[in-house]
Structure formats: structure tokens, C-alpha cells
């Protein structure tokens, strides 16, 4: 059974620095079409942060342009999300989520605090 994992996450200052990465756990033989970062803030619902196709093309939230960055590696099934100059209000549980041919799974999360 396909899994998704991430890893990365935890506590940084404001104006600090993270790098999230997330990959399917075990030999994956299904096409991935896009991959994508999501984050969820205490009582608030969870909102899009980047997503990317597998062609390259990316969109994010208004709130992180400029200051995030979402990578993929096709050849490794990797996504990556380089975080810098970090604020409070990017605290929350970041979900990555990989639309596979037969559907899209979520991570379990990984926890982001930015201290100010």
C-alpha cells in the first residue's frame, strides 16, 4: 500500500529558514501528475500554499510568493518546499498531497512553528 511521508518540519525563528520534502513511501509504479503543499492553521480551514505538475508548472497562495519555492524530482518522486524569511502566521500542520493516476493521498502532516 502506497503511503505518503513527509519530513522537515519544526521550529524556527521569524525570518528563519525550512526546507519540507515529502515522497511516496516504497517502489511507486503508478504515474504522478501533480504534486502539491498545503498547510493548516490552528481553528482556520487548510488552505493551498504550491502545487506543481509534472511538467514543471507551478502556482502558490499570494501569501508565499516570493518566499517559498516547490521543487519535484520525476526520476525520485520527490517534492520539495525551501521555506525562507519564515513568519508566525506560516505556523501550522503542512499536508503534502500526491495526485497519483488512481487518485491523490495526503500525508500525515508535519508540524511548522515560526516563533516571533
Known amino acids: 500500500q502506497v503511503r505518503v511521508v513527509e519530513s522537515g518540519g519544526g521550529l524556527v525563528q521569524a525570518g528563519g529558514s525550512l526546507r519540507l520534502s515529502c515522497a511516496p513511501s516504497?517502489?511507486?509504479?503508478?504515474?504522478?501528475?501533480?504534486m502539491g503543499w498545503y498547510r493548516q492553521a490552528p481553528g482556520k480551514q487548510r488552505e493551498l500554499v504550491a502545487t506543481?505538475?509534472?511538467?514543471?508548472?507551478?502556482n502558490s497562495a499570494d501569501s508565499v510568493k516570493g518566499r517559498f519555492t516547490i521543487s519535484r524530482d520525476n526520476a525520485k518522486n520527490t517534492v520539495n518546499l525551501q521555506m525562507n524569511s519564515l513568519k508566525p502566521e506560516d505556523t501550522g500542520v503542512y499536508y503534502c498531497?500526491?495526485?497519483?493516476?488512481?487518485?491523490?493521498?495526503w500525508g500525515q502532516g508535519t508540524q511548522v512553528t515560526v516563533s516571533s
Open positions: 516504497g517502489s511507486v509504479f503508478y504515474i504522478i501528475n501533480d
Open positions: 506543481i505538475t509534472r511538467g514543471g508548472s507551478t
Open positions: 498531497k500526491i495526485d497519483f493516476v488512481f487518485g491523490a493521498l
